[in-house]
Structures are given as C-alpha cells and as structure tokens.
C-alpha cells in the first residue's frame, strides 16, 4: 500500500517546488505525481471564446471524480490512464500519460483538500501557505511564459475568479491539513521536515515490500 500525499495551496504558492524537492530527495523512481489539474472537464463542445471564460477555479472545473478513481487504482496497485489538459486551448488533449504504482504518491493542486473523498484517501496532507501579492506575481509570469497567456487576461482571471475562489474554497481547506507550510519555498526548515518525514515513510515501506 503506498503513502498518498496531498500538496495543496494558492495559485503560485510553491506546491510545485515541494513537489519537485520530494521526488529529488526520495527518487524518480519511488515517487508517482498526479496534478490535478490535469482533471480540467473536457469542454471542447463549447467554443474557444466560450472555454475562456469558463470558472477554472470552481471545484466544479474539474473532474475530480476521475482522479479519486485513479488514486484508488493506483492504491491499489494498478496503473492509470491520466488526461492531459492543454492550458492554452483550455481543452483536454488526445494524449494520456500512463502511471505506474510506486511507494509514495503525490496529490497535488490548489482543490486538493477541498473534496472530501478526495482526502479520505491521502495518508498526509499538506497547505503551502503564501501571501496573495507574491502568489499572483508567481502566476503572472507562469501563465505567461509557460501557457500563452497575455497579462490583461492573466490579471482579469484573477480579479474575476481567482482569488474569489481562493477565499470560498482553497484558503478555507487548509483546516485539514495535518501541516501547514508558511512562506513556502522560503521555509527551508519546515521543507526539510515534511521532505524527511516523507522519505523515512517511504523507505518505510520500500522494506516492507523487499
């Protein structure tokens, strides 16, 4: 049975640089990622004007039912088919990535610990917990670099859905996480903590299967 972690927090709040710590320190090999946001509902019968205006940030955006699915799957020791989500056309892709089940599995995305089946699968759960100014400047430069956003509809998003769905669903579900992270990144110490507490359980297991 693998150890689930669930990685939750704000838009640019560096779930992304935990996560990459993780697997660093743990291995490649022992780790498997699910994002959720590759759960985004396929909406390619509306058209591209009407998918840009869509709520991207509601818990209702995702399909999180398939992921819980997946999870269950992967607990279970078969591989999964995941869905790849292309940002730009706001659309799923043709493509899948198929993932193997691995000691640890991480959960990550802003809605993680928002949904209540969701969490009941996950051995630990955690918020990385950053203030809004640094969290959208983080975005800005994300979804214009990496996603092929321009900065007026980058920051119309967030005025528009964004942070209120940050204040009604993500900053409330950090009450159920086991820890909560301040500062994010910049917090080398509770980092290595959560990094070490993570390694040890899956070592952990790791013997138990040898």
Do not use: C, W
Not at 28 to 47: G, T, W
Not at 115 to 142: K, Q, W, Y
């Amino acid at each position: 049975m693998p150890i689930v972690i669930g990685v939750a927090g704000g838009t640019g709040a560096g779930k992304s640089l935990l996560v990459e710590k993780v697997i660093e320190r743990v291995g490649a090999n022992h780790v498997a990622l699910i994002q959720h946001d590759a759960y985004y509902r396929d909406r390619s019968e509306l058209s591209f004007d009407e998918r840009v205006v869509l709520n991207y940030d509601h818990p209702e955006a995702l399909e999180t039912s398939l992921l819980i699915e997946h999870l269950q799957e992967l607990k279970d020791g078969r591989p999964v088919e995941v869905p790849q989500y292309d940002f730009s056309r706001h659309t799923r892709t043709e493509n899948i990535i198929r993932i193997a089940p691995k000691p640890a599995i991480i959960v990550e995305g802003i809605l993680v610990l928002a949904d209540a089946g969701l969490r009941s699968l996950m051995d630990i759960r955690i918020f990385v917990d950053v203030d809004s100014d640094r969290r959208i400047l983080r975005r800005l430069e994300r979804d214009i670099l990496e996603r092929g956003r321009t900065l007026s509809s980058v920051v119309q998003q967030y005025l528009d859905t964004v942070r209120p769905m940050h204040l009604e669903f993500v900053d409330p579900s950090k009450q159920h996480a086991h820890v909560i992270i301040p500062e994010g990144g910049r917090n080398a110490e509770a980092m290595e903590m959560i990094i070490s507490r993570i390694q040890a359980l899956t070592e952990s297991r790791l013997r138990s299967i040898e």
